[in-house]
């Protein structure tokens, strides 16, 4: 199984501790922020939140406040995030260099966390977040550099359909095996992007980093198939081998070397959380035709033969596949 689901509240706190008990949560989920209760007597505050891979789920209410991640701070943290809250109660204001957005139940906010901004909820309010490291984002072709806040509907369209995911996700997010915490993680990112992309502002679909996405995308489609190679993928892409070539070169790698990764990342967490199948049995299954060839490069990649991560510890397993 994956993450379990973790929960902290700030009930029965003194006000002093309260707060700090806010942002210590805050800072473990993505950043150091000021934390202003206003008029309030105390934070009333509880969040759940579990991981899918590497994407953070949460569920969130709190009680009038106001929290501020200002220039003084940018110093004190990366906040290598993009946050995506789907507002589900409540009214809460946000500001980012400039822009300002009222944000309603049914609305979706995605901004960048790295930049100064200010959340001011004048009563209670309740939503669902999902914290995205921004390096998954730039493997799809996002610019972040370009990011505005982007406020978007979540009651229909591509919106409504990427938020019914996201709370589906978390509801089952105990219940995934690593494996398929991955898939779930990938699908869900794509959903979220979709509403983002429609808005036309950070994607350039004719771009390099846009191809680039495609063929990642296709590669995970067929990455099972032991015959996926460059020239299936530039056909199915429109775009010559050589162009394809010089997209992977310019993030150091060949077209090669990231199909291969990709099925050597698969089959580690499927060995590590499988215990139905032979070592042979999930490297044949992710496009590999040789055990000794598999065990090879598994060994230079990761450092350990594919034994000692396998849950299974058949005694019946093929010898060239077991690796002292």
């Known amino acids: 199984m994956t993450d379990t689901v973790h929960s902290l509240s700030t009930s029965g706190l003194t006000p002093k501790r309260q707060i700090q ?28 939140y579990t991981t899918v891979s590497r994407l953070k789920l949460c569920q969130i209410e709190v009680s009038q406040h106001r929290i501020a991640h200002t220039i003084s701070r940018i110093k004190l943290s990366e906040h290598p995030y993009i946050k995506i809250v789907f507002q589900t109660h409540g009214v809460t204001h946000f500001e980012q260099e400039g822009r300002h957005f009222d944000i309603l139940p049914g609305d979706c906010l995605a901004y960048d966390v790295s930049r100064p901004h200010t959340i001011t909820s ?55 095996s690593p494996h398929n915490a991955v898939g779930v993680a990938d699908s869900l990112i794509d959903l979220l992007l979709l509403p983002l992309r429609e808005t036309g ?12 996405v495609r063929a990642q995308g296709f590669i995970r489609e067929h990455l099972r198939d032991p015959d996926l190679c460059i020239d299936g993928i530039s056909a199915a892409l429109g775009c010559s081998k050589r162009y394809l070539h010089m997209l992977f070169s310019d993030r150091g790698m060949t077209v090669s070397d990231y199909i291969w990764r990709a099925r050597l990342q698969h089959c580690r967490q499927e060995l590590e959380s499988q ?25 230079k990649y990761f450092g350990i033969a594919p034994s000692a991560v396998h849950k299974g510890h058949f005694t019946n397993m093929p010898a060239d596949v077991v690796l002292e």
Request: proline letters at 3%; hydrophobic letters at 40%; one cysteine or more.
């Open 122 to 176: 004048p009563a209670f309010t309740r939503h669902e977040v999902v914290i995205v490291p921004k390096d998954l984002l730039k493997e799809r072709g996002f610019q972040l550099a370009k990011m505005a806040p982007c406020k978007l509907s979540a009651l229909n369209g591509t919106g409504r359909i990427a938020h019914d995911f996201v709370h589906a996700a978390f509801g089952e997010a105990t219940k995934l």
């Open 201 to 212: 502002a950070m994607f350039d679909r004719g771009s390099a980093e846009a191809t680039y």
């Open 21 to 48: 008990r806010w942002s210590d949560a805050l800072t473990d989920l993505c950043g150091q922020f000021e934390i202003d209760p206003l008029e309030g007597s105390s934070l009333e505050a509880r969040v759940n």
């Open 275 to 299: 215990t139905g199948k032979t070592i042979t049995d999930v490297a044949f299954s992710w496009g590999f035709s040789s055990s000794s060839h598999f065990s090879r490069v598994f060994r």
